[in-house]
């Protein structure tokens, strides 16, 4: 089992920035890769970025591409995602999720385990 806590959410005016973290405990976190989806109300959860285990593979949804980053520090079993350029679209409750699987996967359901998510709101 591996449980994932979010933190870092919170309410910022667009343009303005972030630091989500994913904090891991558990089985060994640092063989698994890490994505970050996200869930607007009314919508369905969509992808926006995954890294590898090791860090050295990274993918992204193209609305966030250029304004976002995903990175990890597996001796502190955490990932970030670091949130730029923030627009009032990305208003959402985001999550972390674990997968073993060797590929960047985009889709939600490959992923083993889920964290809580944590709020980000933007305001226009």
């Known amino acids: 089992q591996v449980q994932l806590v979010e933190s870092g959410g919170g309410l910022v005016q667009a343009g303005g920035s972030l630091r989500l973290s994913c904090a891991a405990s558990?089985?060994?976190?640092?063989?698994?890769?890490v994505g970050w989806f996200r869930q607007a109300p009314g919508k369905e959860r969509e992808f926006v970025a995954v890294?590898?285990?090791?860090?050295?593979?990274?993918l992204y949804a193209d609305s966030v591409k250029g304004r976002f980053t995903v990175s990890r520090d597996n001796a502190a079993d955490t990932v970030y995602l670091q949130v730029n350029s923030l627009k009032p679209e990305d208003t959402a409750v985001y999550f972390c999720?674990?997968?073993?699987?060797?590929?960047?996967?985009?889709?939600?359901?490959?992923?083993?385990?889920w964290g809580q998510g944590t709020q980000v709101t933007v305001s226009s």
């Open positions: 558990g089985r060994t976190f640092s063989i698994y890769a």
């Open positions: 890294i590898s285990w090791s860090g050295t593979r990274t």
């Open positions: 999720a674990a997968d073993r699987s060797p590929r960047l996967q985009a889709v939600g359901t490959s992923y083993d385990y």
